[in-house]
């Protein structure tokens, strides 16, 4: 009995990261790409994905605060990215791609991202479970 009971648990927690993690497809829409231009307000630098804040000015002027969702920080520092990479107040320009939710808000996928030396990198998102630095090799670092 502790041996099928001891199983089970281990089972339940071998499994339960696979469950929990969504594939972009669920989350995403990647027939909706976005491409804005505004500045960093935060970054977590967190797993299973980092995330970048961003205040973008929308056509009448209101300032609309943007969540985009990135790859892990292990796939960030593979694709050329350090912690530091981003500061408050930097300006940039991201193209991602818009979430499905409405309820999300302001939110999105990040495919890439240029920074304020002019420098393009991947936001190592999972496309259909590759990462983009994986599909364009020669495309990101």
């Known amino acids: 009995m502790t041996k099928t009971l001891l199983s089970a648990a281990l089972a339940l927690l071998l499994t339960t990261p696979l469950v929990a993690h969504h594939p972009f497809s669920v989350e995403y829409d990647w027939k909706k790409p976005v491409s804005l231009t505004g500045t960093v307000t935060k970054v977590e630098w967190e797993n299973p994905h980092a995330r970048l804040y961003m205040d973008v000015e929308d056509e009448t002027g209101k ?20 912690k ?7 300006t940039v320009t991201v193209d991602g791609w818009l979430a499905r939710s409405p309820a999300k808000g302001y939110a999105g996928n990040l495919k890439s991202i240029w920074l304020p030396n002019g420098e393009e990198l991947s936001g190592a998102s999972s496309v259909g479970g590759l990462e983009l630095h994986e599909i364009m090799p020669g495309r990101w670092k």
């Open 63 to 82: 300032t609309q605060n943007w969540n985009f969702e990135m790859g892990s920080p292990r796939a960030l520092l593979k694709a050329g990215w350090r």
């Open 84 to 90: 530091d990479t981003l500061k408050m107040g930097d």
